[in-house]
């Protein structure tokens, strides 16, 4: 584990020295946040790790864990994994698929995904996968430790499920890594928070405040 934090610890570093390409190496910078750029596949195999790790998990534990434990997993695992499709949409472009038609007329960059489509004026990104997650999230990292110290209804909850809670100093790191993002005028640098964020969360997984929850836990 010791390894693996460290590899994520420097990917954060690298992100951060990346933000800050945009102000004096800006060729370099827009190299990074491309399509399927270096950040893009950073976020995907984040992803794929996540869901890989709970898997593995699920199995190892299924016979010690109670049904709530186990439908959390569940979640766990076919959420990351569709997020790693999402990002790396489908394999369209790995393999040179072309979208179908709905796809086509409906997706913001014409991919095999759904986190680029606009329905009806509505862009699906930035109801859901923004704003949703955003929130969704950040009470997660900002509020979920205090509750479960201060509130023992939810202690009960997080036990029951299993739900791994972010230390402080991975909350902390997470807003630290999003205050300069916020400074930068460029869309794609999102695609840098995103890969910041899942591989804090990564980090939160297999270290958790609540220890024996880690993904790598036997």
């Not at 434990?69 to 695992?77: A, D, G, Q, S, Y």
Request: aromatic content about 14%.
């Amino acid at each position: 584990m010791k390894t693996l934090k460290i590899l994520l610890y420097i990917v954060i570093a690298g992100s951060l020295l990346a933000i800050s390409s945009f102000y004096f190496a800006e060729p370099f910078y827009h190299k990074m946040v491309a399509e399927d750029g270096l950040f893009e596949n950073i976020t995907a195999l984040g992803l794929l790790t996540i869901s890989i790790l709970s898997l593995l998990r699920l199995v190892r534990q299924r016979g010690e864990r109670n049904k709530f434990w186990m439908f959390l997993n569940v979640l766990i695992v076919l959420g990351a994994f569709f997020g790693f499709g999402e990002e790396i949409s489908w394999g369209q472009r790995i393999f040179g698929i072309q979208a179908g038609d709905y796809f086509m007329q409906n997706n913001l960059q014409g991919e095999t995904n759904l986190h680029n489509l606009e329905i009806g004026g509505v862009n699906i990104n930035k109801l859901i996968f923004s704003q949703g997650l955003v929130i969704v999230f950040g009470t997660y990292f900002v509020l979920s430790l205090i509750l479960y110290r201060k509130w023992n209804g939810f202690k009960k909850l997080v036990d029951l499920f299993g739900v791994q809670l972010p230390r402080f100093k991975y909350s902390v790191m997470l807003l630290a890594c999003t205050l300069p993002i916020l400074l930068v005028p460029d869309r794609r640098i999102w695609e840098l928070w995103e890969a910041i964020f899942v591989t804090i969360l990564l980090l939160v997984f297999i270290d958790p405040w609540n220890e024996k929850e880690g993904l790598l836990k036997k």
